[in-house]
């Protein structure tokens, strides 16, 4: 059974950066694409950045674009989010999800596994 677990989160200036991780545990051959969403305060869950290693695609929100960036290492099964120059609308919790269907689509019904999420707060 395929899991997925991060950590990383915490609280932030703006300005500030933080690093999230993601280790995904269990069989994950079958597993195309794998990214990261997020919800704040009374808002849509949200894709914010998403690597497909089989379809070789990686997207980025435009709200993020230029300020975060997805890498994986595939010998931890770890995927990891380096967010830099950080903004009080970037506070939110962020999910780890991963999709076990080819190619690349942003919307969260197309992710079948997610983990518990991790807070992100930043302050301004």
């Known amino acids: 059974q395929k899991k997925l677990v991060e950590s990383g989160g915490g609280s932030v200036q703006s300005g500030g950066s933080l690093r999230l991780s993601c280790t995904a545990t269990g069989n994950t051959d079958s597993i195309d694409c794998i990214g990261w969403f997020r919800q704040g305060p009374e808002r849509e869950r949200e894709g914010v950045a998403i690597?497909?290693?089989?379809?070789?695609?990686?997207w980025y929100s435009d709200s993020v674009k230029g300020r975060f960036t997805v890498s994986q290492d595939n010998d931890k099964n770890t995927l990891y989010l380096q967010m830099n120059t950080l903004k009080p609308e970037d506070t939110a919790m962020y999910y780890c999800?991963?999709?076990?269907?080819?190619?690349?689509?942003?919307?969260?019904?197309?992710?079948?596994?997610w983990g518990q999420g991790t807070r992100v707060t930043v302050s301004a």
């Open positions: 690597i497909c290693t089989q379809s070789y695609r990686t």
């Open positions: 999800a991963a999709s076990e269907l080819y190619g690349l689509n942003t919307a969260p019904s197309y992710f079948s596994h």
